[in-house]
């Protein structure tokens, strides 16, 4: 096995592809609700001027930000099974 390049023993316990399971999904929907209704309950506490525009921005926030924490789902099921000194690496950037 000359001239190969033999793969870390860390890359041996990351899962080429993880199942999915719908607790991501069900989290990420419930967190982006509560989110639209403190949005909503703020708007309506302050008595926005300007509340139906807010009403177009709201929905669009959410939805992005579900759609990105969608994003974020596979590497954080393929990083899980890591040692914490990796993982606080991976939250660092490096």
């Known amino acids: 096995m000359r001239g190969r390049r033999q793969r870390p023993q860390w890359a041996n316990d990351i899962p080429a592809r993880p199942t999915p399971t719908p607790t991501i999904l069900i989290a990420t929907v419930g967190i982006w609700l509560l989110a639209y209704a403190a949005m909503t309950l703020s708007w309506i506490s302050v008595q926005a001027s300007h509340f139906w525009d807010g009403s177009v921005r709201r929905p669009i926030i959410c939805c992005i ?26 939250a660092a950037g490096n």
């Open 65 to 90: 930000g579900a759609l990105m924490c969608q994003a974020m789902g596979p590497a954080l099921d393929r990083s899980a099974s890591w040692p914490i000194v990796r993982l606080l690496g991976l």
